[in-house]
Nanobody, 117 residues
Framework: QVQLVEAGGGLVQAGGSLRLSCAAS????????MGWFRQGPGKEREFVAH????????NYADSVKGRFTISRDNAKNTVYLQMNSLKPEDTAVYYC??????????WGQGTQVTVSS
């Protein structure tokens, strides 16, 4: 089992920044990649970004490219999502997830990000 705990959500004005963190514990050696997803009001959950745990290869949704940066600290088993130039449409519950083999198998509880216009 892998446990994920997110932190760092909150309320910010449009154009502002927030940094989310996700600390992993448990069988972290089984993690292949870590990712962030979000679910806005009345919307389905969508992919935001992911990072390979070993090589650090990253991938982003088009909607956040150039504004969000995902990074990791392997020593702390923590992944971060730096969010800049936030827009009201970024308002969502953000979830951290861990990929084991090919499945996003473990999920955090979510953290609310609200961007006011």
């Amino acid at each position: 089992q892998v446990q994920l705990v997110e932190a760092g959500g909150g309320l910010v004005q449009a154009g502002g920044s927030l940094r989310l963190s996700c600390a992993a514990s448990g069988r972290t050696f089984s993690i292949y990649a870590m990712g962030w997803f979000r679910q806005g009001p009345g919307k389905e959950r969508e992919f935001v970004a992911h990072i390979n745990w070993s090589g650090g290869i990253t991938n982003y949704a088009d909607s956040v490219k150039g504004r969000f940066t995902i990074s990791r600290d392997n020593a702390k088993n923590t992944v971060y999502l730096q969010m800049n130039s936030l827009k009201p449409e970024d308002t969502a519950v953000y979830y951290c997830a861990a990929k084991v083999y090919s499945d996003w198998r473990y999920w955090g509880q979510g953290t609310q990000v609200t961007v006011s216009s």
